[in-house]
């Protein structure tokens, strides 16, 4: 658990967790992982940094090295399920991937997607 009962931690942790969608907004990746992951949180950053903390105490920090956001949420979705954290109890499995799934378009249509390379 982060920070005591009523510790600044603690208060941003909840706000955090209950309300996932003020730490991004409604339509991006993050709320929808955190809305995925009981618990969590996270933060996409400037240059296409992203950091998320689980509540076990394990975390991931991710840069994209060309600052370009749009491959953050695919590699940040494969190394929670490098970790395992699909198959654990109370993650919705399907939600996680689905952040993790960037098309590419070409005309209009889907021409393939990314995906992470470890």
Same mark, same amino acid.
């Given at each position: 658990? *982060? ?33 995925? *992951?009981?618990?969590? *949180? ?21 840069? *994209? ?54």
């Amino acid at each position: 658990m *982060i920070g005591g009962a009523g510790s600044p931690e603690r208060r941003v942790t909840d706000a955090f967790v209950g309300y996932p969608e003020y730490a991004s907004g409604t339509n991006r990746d993050e709320a929808a992982l955190l809305r995925a *992951i009981p618990g969590a *949180i996270a933060k996409g950053g400037a240059e296409a940094s992203y950091a998320l903390a689980l509540p076990d105490g394990r975390a991931v920090a991710l840069k *994209i090295d060309d600052g370009h956001s749009r491959a953050r949420p695919v590699v940040m979705a494969a190394a929670l399920r490098r970790m395992g954290v699909d198959r654990e109890a109370g993650v919705d499995a399907d939600a996680l991937n689905a952040t993790g799934f960037v098309p590419v378009y070409g005309g209009g249509e889907p021409v393939g997607e990314l995906r992470p390379t470890f």
